[in-house]
Every structure is written in structure tokens, then in C-alpha cells.
């Protein structure tokens, strides 16, 4: 949330990001049936959980733009 109130909004995007691409691979997991990925002992991230994580960083990622690093190396040109 703090990111979000600056002026800036790089923060934003930085930390936006690595969270829907770690959101994303807790998702898959669960698609492939296997929420356990490294077959250890540990309770799975909760799909739930994985849902929100996508949604908040998609949510920070919007809030900062798509002119910002690392958002304009994955948009592209406008």
C-alpha cells in the first residue's frame, strides 16, 4: 500500500510484478494437480491465497503504469 502513495509509482511496479508471477506459479501448480511442486513435507499455498496474490499485484501493476520498470520491458511499445 505504501508504494502506492508516492509520487513515484515505480515501487509499485517493482513489487507488483514478482507477486503475479509468484501467484502464477502457485496457480499452476494447483492446475497440473501438483501444489507441491518440490514433493516435500510443507503444507501447499492455499489456491486462495495464490488468487489474491495475482489480484494484488495486477492491482499495484495497474496503479503504476505501464511506462515504469519492469512493466514497460513486458508491455512493449505503445
Known sequence: ????????KA???ILGTPAVFV???IFMGYLF???LLYGGAL???????AV????LGVA????????????????GPY
Open 33 to 35: 494437480d501438483a501444489p
Open 23 to 25: 501467484g502464477l506459479v
Open 43 to 49: 503444507v501447499p499455498v492455499a489456491l486462495t491465497e
Open 52 to 55: 489474491a496474490l495475482i489480484l
Open 1 to 8: 500500500m505504501f508504494p502506492l502513495l508516492k509520487k513515484k
Open 60 to 75: 499495484m501493476a495497474g496503479v503504476a503504469g505501464r511506462e515504469v520498470w519492469p512493466l514497460n520491458a513486458l508491455t
Open 11 to 13: 515501487p509499485a511496479g
